[in-house]
Every structure is written in C-alpha cells, then in structure tokens.
C-alpha cells in the first residue's frame, strides 16, 4: 500500500504536538504503514497507546492533553524563576541559577470544560472570571505562586514552598468552589493534582519536567471535586494539614508513563464529597523500570530482534563493550514487550554487588523477599516467581558471570513462565540462552549528504544531547561534516557521544573534531590488542575527564565510593565538608556541572534526587582514586556516613516526614550493605555493628 501521503504529513509536522489515529493494519497487507508505525514507536518519543472504545479514546485524549499543557508550562517557569538572584560558581561569572530545592506543585482543570464552553458560552465566560479570581485568591492567601491559568482546561499551574500550604490552598478552593453561586447551568467542577519534588536543572539551563508530568498524571486521574496527591507530598503533610482536612489512601496505582506505581491519597473534608468512582489509572502491568528522562534513539531492528528473542528463548542477553547502550537498549525493549508479561518487568543491577554470592539477595531485595526460618533466599524466591509471567531484567553482569549463571539456571529451571534478558559484555554460557549483540549505533559514511548525516543514529543522539546543553544547536550544512567525523571518530559508541556532545556549549564540533583527534593520537598509541571500541570509549572518559575542574575531579572520582547513587546530602558530608579540601556548600554546584557534563546521572526519587554513575564511570574513577592511593579513604567516610545515617533515622521514625527518610534508606540499600561490608573487611568493629537489626524490628511496628 501507497503511504507515502501520511509519511509526508508526519515529517511536515515534526517538532509539533501530534496525534497520529490508526486502524492496526491488518497483517501483510499495510506493510509499509506497519513499518512506519514501529518506526516511530522506535524513536521512543511518542505515548503509543492502543484503545477498543470511543470512552477510552476520551481518556487518553484527555490524558495527553493534560500533559501537553503541563510541558508548556514548565516553560513557563523558567522565566518566572530566571528572575531569581544569580550566584556565580567558582570560575564561572555571573550564570543565572535556576531554582533547586523542593517544591509542591498544584495544577488543577474543570471537568468538561470543553463541553461548557460549546453549551453555555456566555454562563461559562462569567462562571470562568469567578473561577479564576477565587483560584487565585487562594493560592496567594496560601503562600503559592502562580505560573499560569487559564491552559487548555481552563486549569492553573502553582507552586508553593510549604507542601502543608499547597494541600490546604487545594482543599479551601474546593470548599469555597462548593459555596459559590454559578450561573444559571454551571457547576464548574475542578480536579486538583498534588505532587512535591525537586525543581531541577537539567543540563546547563532547564528545568527537569518529570515532578511536573507527574503532577500532571496525578490530576488526570481525579475526578471534578477531587484532589489527589502523591505520597511523596503526603509525606510532608501527615498529621500537619488544620482547617479539618484529612488524607485517605487509596491506593498504589499504575500512571501512564510512569515506570513505578504511584501511592495516592485523596484529600477529605467534612464538607467535601468523599464517594468517587475508582480513579483512571492505567491497570494491569507491573514493575520496577526507572522512568528515562532523556530520550530514546533509533534501535529498530535491534528492538525487534530482541522482542523476538524474547518470545522464542527463557534467557536473552545482550553483549557488548562498556558504553555501547546495552542497558538502555534493554530498558527500552523491556518498556515494549511489558503488555506480554502480566507479573510486570522488573529491574535488578547487578552493578553494585560485589560477589557471586551475593546476586541471590540482590534478585530477592527487587521483589521485597528474604529468607525465613527454614527456608533460604533462594526458596523463597523460587516460590514467588513460580507460576509468575514475569520479565526478569538483570543488568551488568559481567563482573559476576558465575553467580548470574547459576541463578539464570535455577529460575530457568524452576519458575516455567519467567523470562530473563540480562545484559553483559560477554553471554552467560548456560544452556538455551539466545546471544543479541548490541552494535555501536550507525554513523554517516565519508561522502554522506546532510539528510544522510542527520539520519544517522549516532548523529541523531548527539544532536540532541547537545541541543540539551546549547538549545540553539543544531545540525546544519555548515557543520554537518565536522559532526560527523565527531562520531565517526567516537566508534558510534553511545556514551562516548554523549560525553563529546555535552562539550558543545564550549567548543564548536570543528573544534571538537580536532580536539578529539589530537587527544586520541596521544592516549590511544602503545595500547595495542584491546577491543578498539574499548580504547575509544577510555579515551572519550580520559578526555573529558582532563577537561574538568580539579574540585569537579575530585567530586566525581569521589562519588565512586557509592553503591547506587546517592542523595546530595550524602555527597556533600561524605566527598566534602570537615577534613576534605572540598567545601560542602560547592558540592551541589559541583555536581549539577557534572550532570551537565554526562558524567553523573541525576534521577528522581520521591520527594528527593539521586545522583548516579554509570558503570563504566564509576570504574574509571574508582581507578583514578586507587592511582592516588585514596580508596581506603573515602570508603571509610562512606562508611561512616551510612553508620551514622542509620541512628539519625531511628531517632526521628516517629517525626512528621520521616516517611522521607525510610524512601531514602530503601533506596540506599546497596550503599549499607557496602559500607558494612567493607567495615567488616577491615575490622571496623564499631561500624559494623551499626544497629541494622533493631531498626528492622521496628519498621515492622509502624
Ligand atoms: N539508543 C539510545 N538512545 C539514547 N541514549 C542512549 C542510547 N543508547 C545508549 N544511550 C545512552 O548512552 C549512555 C551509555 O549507555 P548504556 O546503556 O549505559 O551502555 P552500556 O550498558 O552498554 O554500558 C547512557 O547514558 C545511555 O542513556
Ligand atoms: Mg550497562
């Protein structure tokens, strides 16, 4: 079939808000717009959804919408927060920060405003006015700041610095909406999302979206009437909220596109309706998959071969060298093929474990499990897994072939429904086990034209890296060719493009091209033997890493120490403060560098961000903190740390928040275990016996 009408259109409207609405070609017979669909869901930018009736398709309408509007809203607030005062870092004059710390979001819209305006045109600009002063009103009253009213819903967007202000404000608006006299035909119906979590940079100059879509989500789910929120907000607010308002859970509930089920409560009121249908959530699927903040590029056949694999074979692993895109190709193919896998897709890093040993537990702490009287880890696990449809992602097992073997075998072995696609630079070697080799993403040949050199993978990824940093950037006809012997010169290799595009903002990819070319003549000469693509993707870290600050090195061979990531707390008392040549209050500015540079990951986690390496890095400067002869050291204020975090957690259980500090401990599991590990190792009686056990005993009571 003839498609290319349609192909046509979509190009005409890249860049643009899209809704693409396709009868599911049949098979064989709409070969073409079967392959332009894949191709698109490939890209891994579009909310692909499939629906059966016309109330789903309203859903998801409406769902999409809410989320449009919440992303130019997020534009919105940086010129509001731009405004800020600017405080210059060390070296660097004069750059406006843009907000960090922890805010509450509120947005809200009016049931079926759509259809008010087209039935009541003149009622509703009336009911609309009063709508907007009386949302507004409150929201000062109540400490908040408004970015905008009156989006496509005709709802606001707000922030407030008090999460205790933020629910209040949410629950007086509903109240005074319920007292208000409308117009003759007019009910207007508000719902209301609540969210906390940080206002982030991302790169050099934006703001993170994922708190805000979240909100977003949240609110998509409510009712007219209703107000929900997270429990990352309800954290906060437990047991401070006056004015007679109360919180009820309802739930933990699957939101689209978020990877982890969200816990919800809804806000009560003695004068606030309280029966609501069951809120829109997406049901049925399951997992642990972290929510990717950036985005997904190219992959087809790859993403393919791998849904396939995972049909025919119980174990598919993808080889290849450090930095290639393994575990975001598995991540990605995962998202994909979750509708197969009704007991969910669930991640487990093999990254942080140190020992064969200890990948059992590591496997058993992704769903919650631990061995009991009688019965080993290994038991229990079989146990819960038996008869579990269930996609089994273990990520990073090179270190520790051995040990994810032997667990691969048992499962394979025992659990008859669950399917394992690992990641790795070499297979596992067990019996049935499918190899897919991940290759270096493509990159334009020598004589490529400027549409080929755009199209290619390896160009694409850095292109939009580096327009992440520099928003302005883009591949055009003059630097066309110097971008792509940028990636030509990288081996295509993903990582290694992400580290030279986050340069842009400094070095024109002319300048890049013949920076990377001199570097590499140096560092890569006289190693000999090794996997090419290994030497250029040492190199590409070596490079950038010789480009950094000598606080921002030392910061980041540092942050080697964690198992996990870690928050900023921790980073700021275990790689500065007391006895370290780095100021505690530089850590944070610091760190944002580095997430600017791709060297570190900054991830939202509830109410707080976590700040991760990946693996390839982190080995790199665990290395050069060896060269310096420092590990001990660090480790042992990593140690420390987490000793003292334990205690710190026990006294204040009982405290407001402390919800926020149990999400941090969970979270910082593989840090504990690490720094007992290591106390133990080297005798360290009184970290080790940090009270771990007692603290265990009383988390069961609350
Ligand atoms: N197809 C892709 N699209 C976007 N980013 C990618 C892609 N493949 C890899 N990356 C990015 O490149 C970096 C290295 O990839 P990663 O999957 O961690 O490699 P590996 O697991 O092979 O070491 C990560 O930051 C990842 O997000
Ligand atoms: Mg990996």
Not at 397 to 409: F, P, S, V
Request: net charge negative; proline share 4%; hydrophobic share 45%.
């Amino acid at each position: 079939m003839e498609i290319s009408g349609l192909e046509d259109e979509y190009r005409l409207a890249a860049g643009m808000p899209m809704l693409l609405y396709v009868k599911r070609p049949a098979p064989n017979q709409e070969p073409g717009l079967a392959k332009m669909l894949d191709d698109i869901r490939a890209t891994g930018k579009t909310s692909y959804r499939e629906f059966t009736t016309a109330k789903e398709l309203e859903w998801l309408l409406a769902d999409d919408l809410a989320v449009l509007l919440s992303e130019s809203f997020a534009d919105a607030t940086i010129s509001t927060w731009a405004l800020r005062p600017s405080s210059a870092a060390p070296g660097e004059s004069g750059r406006t920060k843009l907000p960090s710390g922890t805010v509450t979001f509120l947005l809200t819209d009016i049931e079926g405003s759509t259809q008010l305006w087209e039935s009541e045109p003149e009622a509703m600009e009336v009911a609309l006015r009063r709508h907007d002063r009386l949302l507004a009103g409150v929201i000062e009253e109540y400490g908040g700041r408004v970015i905008t009213s009156r989006g496509e819903g005709d709802g606001f967007f707000a922030f407030f610095p008090s999460a205790v202000a933020a629910v209040e404000a949410a629950g007086v608006c509903q109240l005074r909406l319920g007292r208000e006299e409308w117009p003759t035909g007019i009910a207007l119906r508000v719902r209301t999302g609540l969210h906390t979590g940080e206002a982030r940079l991302r790169g050099r100059d934006y703001i993170d979206h994922s708190p805000i879509n979240r909100c977003a989500r949240v609110r998509a789910a409510a009712y007219g009437g209703q107000v929900l929120l997270t429990n990352a907000t309800r954290d906060l607010v437990a047991g401070r909220l006056g004015g007679g308002f109360g919180l009820k859970q309802l739930g933990e509930f699957r939101l689209r596109d978020l990877a982890e089920p969200q816990l919800i409560f809804q806000l009560t009121h003695a004068d606030l309706p309280a029966d609501f249908p069951p809120i829109r959530t997406l049901a049925g699927r399951g997992g642990n998959l972290p929510l990717q903040v950036t985005s997904f590029i190219g992959r087809a056949r790859e993403l393919e071969q791998i849904a396939a694999a995972l049909g025919e074979a119980r174990v598919v692993t993808l080889t290849g060298p450090g930095g290639v895109g393994k575990t975001r190709l598995a991540l990605q193919a995962a998202g994909q093929v979750s509708p197969r896998f009704g007991g969910g897709t669930w991640l487990c890093d093999l990254a942080p474990v140190r020992d064969v040993a200890g990948v059992e537990d590591a496997v058993a702490a992704v769903f919650s499990l631990a061995a009991r009287a009688g019965h080993t880890t290994r038991d229990v696990m079989v146990e819960f897994l038996r008869g579990k449809q269930l996609l089994l992602l273990l990520d990073n097992c090179e270190h520790l072939l051995d040990g994810a073997a032997a667990l691969a075998r048992t499962l394979q072995r025992s659990c008859e429904r669950l399917v394992i696609l690992a990641t790795s630079r070499e297979g596992l070697g067990i019996e049935g086990e499918r190899l897919v080799p991940v290759p270096t993403l493509g990159v334009p040949g020598a004589d490529a034209d400027l549409a080929a050199i755009t199209e290619a993978e390896a160009v694409r990824l850095f292109a939009e890296r580096a327009d992440a940093v520099k928003p302005d950037f883009a591949v055009t006809d003059q630097n066309a060719a110097q971008v792509a012997a940028v990636v030509r010169r990288l081996d295509g290799i993903a990582l290694a493009i992400e580290l030279a595009a986050a340069r842009v903002p400094a070095m024109t990819p002319a300048e890049l091209a013949r920076r990377l070319e001199r570097s590499f003549g140096v560092l890569a000469a006289g190693r000999r033997g090794a996997d090419p693509r290994h030497q250029t993707l040492r190199a590409t870290i070596d490079w950038s890493f010789q480009l950094l600050t000598e606080p921002e090195r030392r910061l980041l061979c540092r942050l080697a120490v964690f198992a996990g990531g870690c928050t900023l707390e921790a980073a700021e008392t275990v790689c500065g403060g007391d006895g370290t040549d780095l100021d505690t209050d530089i850590v944070f500015e610091l760190l944002a560098r580095l997430v600017a540079r791709s060297l570190v990951v900054a991830e939202e986690h509830g109410p707080e961000s976590r700040y991760r390496l990946l693996e390839t890095i982190r080995q790199f400067s665990e290395e050069r903190l060896g060269e310096a002869g420092e590990i001990e050291r660090w480790r042992a204020r990593h140690a420390d740390y987490y000793a003292s975090l334990l205690p710190r957690i026990r006294d204040q259980s009982h405290d407001p928040g402390a919800e926020v500090l149990w999400a941090r401990l969970s979270a910082d599991q593989d840090n504990l275990l690490a720094a007992w590990s290591w106390a133990i190792d080297i005798g360290k009686v009184d970290t080790a016996f940090f009270d771990a056990g007692r603290l265990r005993a009383q988390r069961g009571q609350d």
